[in-house]
């Protein structure tokens, strides 16, 4: 079957680091998505990773262990800007992207 | 930039009528969905489209149609709307796996 899990929310400080975790089982493999969603608003591609390791761009890094079917996003020097649904999604062989229920972050002063 | 539009950020139906939601994409991709997005339920793909005038259902298909008559055009019809589809609806367009989302339709049936 194809499942994606993760935390339903976390909280952190403004300025610190947070982990996001992933876990996924999907029929093959073909990547897997992080995407941002702001309340009320649709979701923005943050990261596609394909290939096992940690992919950084700016703030945002993603990981992704394929053996372990896990990946993680990782945000570093936290804004309060960054308060967002975090949504991990992995595509099907048939071309699906199956999404997770979302990380709901909050970011605190 | 790819831009996926959606007809209306908000609407209110009555239990009963037909409504159209309309999602239109610039970028010539062939492959467009529609989704829609309930608290603790995440997103749930409704139906989607590899290719004009073509359609395959997805997790939820009931209660829903689609058409799409033109490349760039994926509309969601519900023939007689219902309190149980109060919700968010999203539109998103892509070429291979990525995907890129509308601004959403927030839909609510009285």
Redesign the interface.
């Known amino acids: 079957g194809q499942n994606i899990d993760q935390p339903t929310e976390m909280t952190a400080t403004e300025g610190a680091i947070v982990q996001i975790n992933c876990t996924y089982q999907t029929s093959g493999f073909?990547?897997l998505?992080w995407y941002q969603q702001h309340a009320?608003?649709?979701?923005?591609?943050l990261s596609?990773n394909v290939l096992d390791g940690l992919e950084e761009k700016g703030r945002f890094s993603s990981f992704l262990s394929r053996s372990k079917g896990y990946s993680y996003l990782l945000l570093k020097e936290l804004q309060m800007k960054d308060s967002a649904s975090y949504?991990c999604a992995a595509?099907n062989q048939g071309?699906?992207?199956i999404?997770?229920?979302?990380t709901e972050l909050s970011v605190k002063p | 930039d790819v831009k996926v539009t959606q007809s209306s950020r908000y609407l209110v139906k009555r239990t009963g009528e037909k409504v159209f939601l309309e999602c239109v994409q610039d970028m010539d991709h062939e492959?467009m969905?529609w989704y829609r997005q309930d608290p603790?339920?995440?997103?749930r793909?409704i139906y989607?489209s590899?290719d004009v005038k073509m359609k395959e259902k997805?997790d939820i298909p009931e209660g829903y149609s689609v058409s799409r008559e033109k490349k760039e055009r994926f509309s969601l019809i519900l023939e007689s709307a219902s309190t149980n589809q109060t919700s968010m609806y999203?539109c998103a367009s892509g070429l291979?796996?990525?995907?890129?989302?509308?601004?959403?339709t927030?839909l609510t049936v009285l």
């Open positions: 073909n990547g998505f009320g608003e649709a979701p923005t591609f596609y949504l595509p071309g699906k992207l999404f997770g229920q979302g | 492959n969905f603790g339920l995440g997103l793909l989607f590899y997805g999203l291979g796996s990525e995907q890129f989302f509308g601004p959403g927030r």
